[in-house]
C-alpha cells in the first residue's frame, strides 16, 4: 500500500513539475499535459451521471466455447 502512495506522489509531483515549465515557457507541453487533464473529466462525468441516474454497474457474464472435441460447456 505504501508504495501505491508513493508511486501516485511521484507522479503527481512530476506531473506538476511539467505544468511548471509548461508555465514558464514550454509551450509545447501544454497540449499533452492536458490529455490526462480531459480524461479525468471525461471518467468522472461518465461516472456522477451514472450515479445521478442511478444506474448500477453490470457484472461481466463470461461463457466458454465448448472444445472442439465436445468436452466442454454446453451451450442451451
Given at each position: 500500500?505504501i508504495?501505491?502512495?508513493?508511486t501516485?506522489?511521484?507522479?503527481?509531483?512530476?506531473?506538476?513539475?511539467?505544468?511548471?515549465l509548461a508555465a514558464?515557457?514550454a509551450?509545447?507541453?501544454?497540449?499533452p499535459?492536458?490529455?490526462?487533464l480531459?480524461?479525468?473529466?471525461?471518467v468522472?462525468?461518465?461516472?456522477?451521471?451514472?450515479r445521478f441516474?442511478?444506474?448500477?454497474p453490470?457484472?461481466?457474464?463470461?461463457?466458454?466455447?465448448?472444445?472442439?472435441d465436445?468436452?466442454?460447456?454446453?451451450?442451451?
Amino acid at each position: 500500500m505504501i508504495w501505491t502512495r508513493a508511486t501516485i506522489l511521484v507522479a503527481l509531483v512530476a506531473y506538476l513539475g511539467l505544468w511548471v515549465l509548461a508555465a514558464a515557457g514550454a509551450s509545447s507541453l501544454v497540449g499533452p499535459l492536458l490529455v490526462p487533464l480531459v480524461l479525468a473529466v471525461l471518467v468522472g462525468g461518465g461516472v456522477a451521471l451514472n450515479r445521478f441516474l442511478g444506474t448500477s454497474p453490470r457484472s461481466p457474464r463470461f461463457e466458454e466455447p465448448p472444445r472442439p472435441d465436445g468436452d466442454g460447456p454446453e451451450r442451451g
